[in-house]
């Protein structure tokens, strides 16, 4: 039998463990699990793979990759590496220890008040939204004036309850994804802008920066924008300049404030200066640019596109703690969970009772136990009559977030 297949079947006999190690103890010989960052943080068309030389290991420092995760079962392994499983331990325990600190500002009306007034401000962005877009591909000026008055319709919302809007922002389709993450990127900016105690105008200017964050996009061609696969490096470098074609853009049309023109062009910079497209270190990126990076990131991977399913709200404040590290400050990640909360509203949750619960409201002074709807019973797989639970009550516990397709139920139904 050739060595080749007798190695092969002995890789696939070997328990599979993966394990996080430095960019410096990478090298030939081992199999990529993951590459620890947002999607469009790289350029390789897979993001799990085999190294097979130094050239391989060149792209990826290129990319601004510090660690990432290796599988010790499909190539060679570091011994002294932690595994996955204690990274993510250690990362929780960081998380609640955040969890900890003081909450947002109370609501002033509760979910259930506010969620049809929520649904028209949404729609009513997403069609504004829509609107510049369609017209910057049909080469037209760019009229503001529209997203404008949205803004101030989301900055009330939010100040009302907060909740609503979020618990909106998942509901993307393939074809509309890049309207629909511009209202979710402008909504969630008024919403931590305004957790940070900034000024009503900073926060209204932040609010059109994020809804007109990624108006470039335009200006790239529809078969690679929408493309359902990764990019290639040629396709990667066109999305690339969507900062600062939606930048000139902003600037042509006039009358745009210098917060919006800053989150636009600089949304993309990390504070290791691996971003683009200056490569601004961090103590050059403006504070909300850095709010950006982080609000444009989170709704990105908690999205479903075609080519990957967004992660659970939970799962992905994880992994930007993680990436904290390198490419966010992180002191605004600690933040930015503090306003969403550890369970976001909309949140599918399992409860030590065996419930399914969504999260309706974060509670003060505890962000592992916000108010939750309870609905539905994993014993019996039955509905139940939905019952609010305050958990900072000792009512129940949450032992962890759920998929809602693994149960076949909508949480929605019952915000």
């Known amino acids: 039998m050739p060595i080749s297949l007798l190695h092969a079947q002995f890789l696939r006999r070997r328990r599979t463990v993966i394990k996080k190690i430095a960019l410096d103890q990478l090298e030939p010989g081992m199999y990529v699990h993951d590459l620890n960052v947002d999607w469009m943080a790289h350029p390789f068309l897979r993001k799990r793979f ?6 391989a290991v060149s792209k990826i420092r290129a990319a601004g990759i510090h660690e990432l995760y290796i599988d010790t079962a499909r190539g060679d392994d570091v011994p002294d590496a932690l595994t996955e499983a204690q990274v993510r331990r250690s990362v929780e325990t960081e ?27 949404y729609e009513a962005a997403s069609q504004a939204v829509r609107d510049v877009m369609r017209d910057v591909r049909l080469g037209k000026a760019v009229e503001v004036a529209e997203v404008e008055s949205v803004v101030e319709d989301i900055t009330s919302s939010v100040v009302r309850n907060n909740g609503a809007l979020i618990s909106l922002l998942r509901l993307k389709t393939a074809d509309d994804y890049t309207f629909l993450h511009c209202v979710a990127v402008g909504t969630l900016m008024v919403t931590f802008t305004r957790a940070l105690g900034l000024d009503a105008d900073t926060v209204r200017q932040s609010g059109i920066g994020g809804l007109m964050h ?20 040629e396709e990667f470098a066109l999305i690339k300049r969507h900062p600062e074609a939606g930048h000139a853009l902003l600037v042509e049309a006039g009358g745009i404030g210098p917060i919006p023109l800053d989150i636009t062009l600089h949304h993309h910079e990390r504070i290791d200066g691996s971003g683009y497209p200056s490569k601004l270190p961090g103590d050059r990126i403006t504070l909300l640019a850095k709010m950006s990076a982080i609000v444009d990131v989170y709704d990105a991977i908690t999205s479903d596109r075609c080519y990957h399913r967004g992660m659970e709200p939970t799962d992905a404040l994880r992994k930007m703690f993680e990436w904290s590290k390198f490419h966010f400050e992180e002191r605004l990640v600690h933040q930015f969970m503090r306003t969403i909360g550890i369970y976001p509203v909309g949140t599918l949750v399992k409860l030590e009772s065996g419930r399914l619960g969504v999260v309706i409201e974060q509670t003060e002074g505890n962000l592992l136990a916000p108010r939750v709807r309870a609905f539905f ?19 129940d516990r949450i032992l962890n977030h759920e998929l809602p397709e693994q149960w076949g139920v909508d949480p929605r139904r019952f915000l």
């Open 50 to 55: 085999l190294i097979q030389d130094e050239a």
């Open 95 to 121: 998380m609640l220890k955040v969890a900890e600190e003081p909450p947002p500002a109370p609501l002033t009306s509760s979910l259930a008040e506010e969620m049809s007034r929520a649904t028209r401000i």
């Open 214 to 233: 990624d108006l470039g996009k335009m200006k790239v061609p529809d078969a690679v924008l929408n493309k359902p696969g990764k990019l290639t490096d």
């Open 377 to 395: 019973s994993t014993r019996s797989n039955l509905y139940t009559t939905p019952e609010v639970l305050d958990l900072t009550c000792g009512a």
